[in-house]
């Protein structure tokens, strides 16, 4: 059964940072690329940043370029979202996925989100 568990959510003041995580299981986690999307009150879930397989490649959507960070672990069955100089319109639930390819980012599976608030 695959699961992907969120961590690291919360409440940041405007220019502070988080980190989240995602710990995978029920899945070869190796064997897929993973992305981070977020969704706001009133908006479309959109991609924010993925990563390939191997942590050789990534993307960032053109709004946190420069500000945030994927990474992952593949011996800890994990992937992370660093994430710097936060905005308050970086308010938005945050959702980790995984599939196959990279792109493009109809992601197979997902989980159930961690909650980012950023107070101005």
């Known amino acids: 059964q695959v699961q992907l568990v969120e961590s690291g959510g919360g409440l940041v003041q405007a220019g502070g940072s988080l980190r989240l995580s995602c710990a995978a299981s029920?899945?070869?986690?190796?064997?897929?690329?993973m992305g981070w999307f977020r969704q706001a009150p009133g908006k479309e879930r959109d991609i924010v940043a993925a990563i390939s397989r191997s942590g050789g490649d990534a993307y960032y959507s053109e709004f946190v370029k420069g500000r945030f960070t994927i990474s992952r672990d593949n011996a800890k069955n994990t992937v992370y979202l660093q994430m710097n100089s936060l905005k308050p319109e970086d308010t938005a639930v945050y959702y980790c996925a995984a599939d196959k390819v990279m792109y493009p980012f109809n992601y197979d599976y997902w989980g159930q989100g961690t909650q980012v608030t950023v107070s101005s």
């Open positions: 029920g899945f070869t986690f190796s064997s897929y690329a």
